[in-house]
């Protein structure tokens, strides 16, 4: 049940793009995404429902493909601040928030 | 940042010992959530809670139990610590609200080691 994140890890130079995809055997309500740097608590970043609403950050894109129950986040022209680890947390339910996390990707930003 | 602590924040037990760990909210947020996070696992949720003394099982559950006697305190206990409940737990809050969105906002952490 718990959804498949690639690639596992990514290394990128500052400027260069990455998209870490998300992949659910079940069908979704809505795709949550996170992001956690060593040793600090999880941070939002994005919510994607069915139906195309969105909320979260300004930088950062994702898509949700519902048919193929499956999730993209976009990081371009990557800063070094980007550096983390990055969760998606999936929503079965969509009435009490209860997410089932994958098991992240790890992202390197050098300089 | 949301009014989220938790307590303690660091704890060293042995195995057979009961632990509670505290999770506070100034944020008067309807739901709390407690998860574990173990490597190579992600975040495993253990309870979660949807209002006062409304609680209910998440995936990993099994040894744990959980009280909410108030909105703004979620309590975590381990009735009998194991060593296999080393981890580094997070409580997390939202409120749903009338909205559809409900992201979660996450506490410091609370490092547990069970020797």
């Known amino acids: 049940q718990q959804p498949v994140q690639s690639p596992q890890a990514v290394i990128l130079r500052e400027g260069e793009d990455a998209v870490i995809n998300c992949s659910s055997s079940k069908a979704l309500y809505s795709v949550h995404w996170y992001r956690q740097k060593h040793g600090e608590a999880p941070v939002f970043l994005m919510i994607?429902?069915?139906?195309?609403e969105q909320k979260g950050h300004d930088k950062i894109s994702a898509s949700f493909n519902e048919k193929k129950q499956q999730s993209s986040l976009y990081l371009t022209a990557s800063q070094l601040s980007y550096s983390g680890t990055y969760f998606c947390?999936?929503?079965?339910?969509?009435?009490?928030?209860?997410?089932?996390f994958g098991q992240g990707t790890t992202l390197q930003v050098k300089p | 940042d949301a009014g989220i602590t938790q307590s303690p924040r660091h704890k060293v037990t042995e195995t057979g010992t009961p632990v509670t760990l505290r999770c506070h909210q100034t944020?008067?947020?309807?739901?709390m959530y407690w998860y574990r996070q173990d490597p190579g696992h992600g975040l495993r949720l253990i309870h979660y809670s949807y209002g006062v003394k409304d609680t209910d099982k998440g995936e990993v559950s099994d040894g744990y139990s959980v009280s909410r006697s108030k909105t703004e305190d979620f309590l975590l206990t381990l009735e009998s610590a194991t060593s296999s409940q080393t981890s580094v737990y997070f409580c997390?809050?939202?409120?749903?609200?009338?909205?559809?969105?409900?992201?979660?906002?996450f506490g410091p952490g609370t490092r547990l080691t069970v020797l």
């Open positions: 994607l429902l069915k139906g195309g």
């Open positions: 997390a809050i939202s409120d749903s609200g009338t909205q559809t969105y409900n992201e979660q906002f």
């Open positions: 944020e008067n947020h309807r739901y």
């Open positions: 947390g999936t929503d079965l339910s969509g009435n009490t928030g209860k997410l089932i």
